[in-house]
């Protein structure tokens, strides 16, 4: 449940022996590749590699292939499969012309099938109109115009009924248009067409006049029906053609996507006359299977050290996390990974995340319901928030036992609540009572997580030797002592009666550690022994950290306030149902029950996102803030992509 060690190993070698070597780091599929210059201070010596990959075009052609074809592969093991290169290239290419051959002829048949669809709409649209329209083009005293239009102006031509040219011979209509012709003189054939342009009238222009209507669409689906056979049978010969070299199609696919990953390891690489430099992270637990592979190379040498050992880099976050904690490295990845350096925040955000949103969320009913759409979402469309929303349902039905919710109805559980020996439910929202101990509860979860959150940034600063963060910074030692004593103080003071804000108490706990966190940059400096700790102006410095000391208080106060969303959007919930069942209260019979559905779903879809969000926001600004930094680089080791 932490980030996983990892290490750097570095490895020289002879450059005829660096295929072997990214070869080798590529099979393992843990070595993440890094700059190999960036690790030298002095690289005048040194050059890249910029050799052009010579797998990428042949291994697009045949990508773009498979795409024509409407295949897709999977990447299999291809370490027994040893083709030179102009073997696959050789292959490809005339797989490829193969194919190609058979599908141009195909998408040019395609063309004229739709090309012939197209007609027979438009032809289609004028079945019924008695005219050779062969012999009506030929007419050289009339013209005429094919088109629809709107019904709503088709009753205007009433208006043009003393003009003889203006007549529209209706042949088909659909919902908003009729279909036709309209025929005038050449001499007059300008002036009505101003008049059908200003009715809308939309031209459409009919490409084949052959016959009459009838018999030309018979003749369109007559080609159509030679055309599809055409097609069906090159169809065949695609088909036929593929089952033959599919197999070895995809032995050649995922050795090119093989060769074109491992390739792309040299612009890592530096080298220096014949002599070559390739270094990158691997995780600690496979450090010795590492050197049994790198052995079995001859002419190679490599160092594997301890990623402290890279003071100049940062060494890249590999997340290792417990099945049930794993969901939740979606909000951890979401905010940014942890550096090598920090603590991994996955279980403390699955912990409180589920436990928060299930208070705010807390119906049993609705909780199922929850658990079961979460599940759908990640069975069906493996949406990573299903896998979380999963657990949160659970919590959200464990609530809703405690407060007694069951789709809104209040006295569900009353029998179990019985056998156990209550004599009603243990916790009843909308009393009075109960809700004041709900808000002083929500303020007193702020309370400790805000101190939880102080003493994981304390253990990460530690961690880092960053002594200021850790010790004196305003969510370090001095910032926990701060926070605690005032809240135990103002406790035991104002609610028990007990007087412990003494002068003592004030300097001692409130008073000192307060200035740690005013000064704590000075203090920081100090232990760690930096002898450039002075400021450039002292009295630029007090006034800086004036205001911002102030404002760490103010962050202290707003960040436990935040909390009181959670005891809000309990009562939220009970309120909005409530509503529900005095709506459908309303009603009687189906319209009871139908609001009550609607109603449910309703509510469970609005707060579900909702409390998703705000308790998110809580994991994000009230807690994290106070100990993450999230910079981490993420762990990429090279692996070949599957499709």
Known sequence: MAVSKVKIASIIGVTNKLDDVIRLCGQTQYFHPDDALSFYSDTRKFTTFTDENPYSDTLQELKNLLSRIGKDFDVT??????????????????????????????????EIQENYVKQTVEIGHFVGLNLDLKKLAECQYIKFRF????????????????????????????????????????????QVDTIFSGLYFERLRVKALESTPEKMLQELQDKITEIRKQIAGLQKQIDDNWAREAEKCQQVFSKLEELDTYFNIRKYVAKHDNSFILTGWIPEENEDDFRERLSKIEGVDYAIENASEALRHTPPTRLVNKKIFKPFEF??????????????????????????????????????????????????????????????????????????????????????????GFA??????????????????????????????????????????????????????AGLVFY????????????????????????????IPLLCIWFNEILGKLVSRDPDWKPEKWGDYIIQGFF????????????????????????????????????????????????????????????????????????????????????????????????
């Open 331 to 420: 909000f951890v990845d979401m905010f940014g990974l942890p550096n090598y350096h920090e603590i991994d925040p996955t279980p403390f955000v699955a912990i409180t995340y589920v436990l928060i949103f299930g208070a705010m969320f807390g119906d049993f009913g609705h909780g199922i319901v929850l658990s079961i759409v979460g599940y759908l979402m990640w069975r069906l469309k493996k949406m990573p928030i299903g896998r979380i929303l999963i657990p949160c349902g659970i919590s959200s039905a464990l609530f809703g036992l405690v407060f007694g919710d069951f789709f809104g109805f209040e006295n569900t559980f009353n029998p179990i609540y019985q056998a156990m």
């Open 77 to 110: 093991d291809t370490r027994n499969l040893d083709l030179p290169h102009y073997e696959l290239k050789n292959y490809v290419d005339r797989f490829s012309e193969q194919m190609d051959d058979l599908l141009n002829q195909k998408e040019d048949l395609e």
């Open 548 to 643: 911002e000391t102030f404002e760490t208080i103010l962050s202290y106060a707003t960040n436990t306030m935040s909390f009181l969303r959670v005891g809000a959007y309990v009562l939220v919930h009970a309120g909005m149902m409530l509503v529900v069942f005095t709506l459908a209260e309303m009603s009687s019979g189906i319209g009871y029950v139908l609001v009550l559905v609607v109603g449910n779903a309703f509510v469970m879809g609005l707060e579900a996102l909702l409390v998703a969000i705000q308790v998110l926001r809580l994991e994000y600004y009230e807690m994290f803030s106070r100990f993450y930094d999230g910079d981490g680089i993420p762990f990429h080791p090279v692996t070949v992509e599957k499709h």
């Open 484 to 511: 605690g004593s005032l809240l135990i103080g103002l406790v035991l003071q104002m609610f028990m009666g007990i007087p412990v804000m003494n002068v003592p108490y004030i300097i001692f706990l409130i008073i």
């Open 424 to 477: 009603e439910k243990p916790i009843s929202v909308m009393e009075p009572a109960t809700t004041n101990y709900i808000i002083y509860t929500s303020v007193g979860v702020g309370c400790v997580m805000v101190i939880i959150a102080m003493m994981l940034n304390i253990i990460s600063g530690l961690k880092q030797k960053k002594y200021a963060k850790a010790i004196f910074g305003p969510n370090g030692i």
């Open 147 to 190: 088109g629809r239009i709107p019904k709503e102006c088709y009753e205007k031509l009433s208006k043009y009924e003393d003009n003889p040219y203006v007549l529209f011979f209706q042949c088909t209509s659909d919902a908003t248009h009729f279909w036709g012709v309209y025929i005038a003189p050449v001499e007059y054939i300008q």
